[in-house]
């Protein structure tokens, strides 16, 4: 449980019917680099909450399950995470810019602390900017601030660095809104790979969401994690509340 909440950090409302995928387009032509990135940024519209209500599938080496998730973002503030399993709250965490604080029920402990051990433990740095983006389909890393050569791979338009650094990052978009399709980002040295992937996106309220996120981890081990947004609202009046219950036990996270 420790493993697929950090994952969820990192490395998820109220409608009944589902949302109608996008199917993108198809690149057939060159782009330049900063075009690529200034139409997917373009994307990036202001909202004041965003709730997301998912079904989230986990597996390892020794076992998969699935839970209820809810992500409540309060923008450029604070993301506010539930976990739910058959029914019955598991853990529960609160992330803002500064902190990242969580509780789990089913060990009775919980952590307090910046970014760095988890950004150590996935295997790429991490932020607060970074986590949001995530969940919205955004690129997790800053484009603007490196050099990117651009060409058109699957179909897709392809950005990888100019520069070559231990760390090897790779995007990938479509070509008729620019909305990111998989992004990865390894570190051969230490055999560390992260692939995200949003297989389709949805448009509510003038704003591409995905409709799904799919993670792949692997260091020593390989790690799956499956997000299914099911439902989302946006600019409601929404509850951030966190406190961890007495008698938790700190645990550091390696």
Request: with cysteine; charged share 25%.
């Amino acid at each position: 449980m420790k493993k697929l909440f950090f994952l969820l950090l990192t490395l998820f409302i109220f409608s009944c019917k589902s949302k109608q995928a996008l199917t993108g387009g198809i690149a057939s032509k060159d782009a330049t680099a900063t075009k690529i990135i200034q139409e997917h940024y373009k994307n990036r519209k202001d909202f004041k909450t965003l709730n997301i209500r998912a079904t989230t599938k986990y597996k390892d080496q020794s076992q998969s399950y699935a839970v209820s998730t809810e992500i409540r973002i309060k923008k450029d503030e604070m993301v506010w995470v539930y976990v739910k399993m058959l029914g019955f709250p598991v853990a529960k965490a609160l992330i803002t810019p500064n902190k990242v604080s969580y509780y789990e029920k089913l060990n009775n402990t919980y952590f307090e602390g910046d970014f760095k051990l988890i950004s150590n433990w996935i295997g790429t740095d991490l932020d607060f900017n970074k986590v949001q983006n995530l969940f919205l389909g955004i690129a997790i890393d800053d484009l603007s601030k490196i050099e990117y050569v651009s060409k058109i791979e699957n179909e897709l338009y392809f950005l990888t660095e100019k520069t070559k650094t231990d760390f090897e990052k790779t995007f990938y978009f479509e070509a008729e809104n620019f909305l990111l399709k998989k992004e990865f980002v390894q570190q051969p040295s230490q055999n560390r790979n992260l692939e995200i992937q949003y297989p389709s996106h949805q448009k509510e309220n003038d704003i591409f969401l995905p409709n799904a996120i799919l993670i792949k981890a692997i260091q020593k081990d390989q790690i799956n994690i499956d997000i299914f947004y099911k439902n989302i609202s946006f600019n409601e009046e929404l509850n951030f509340s966190f406190s961890i219950p007495d008698g938790y036990e700190a645990v550091q996270i390696e």
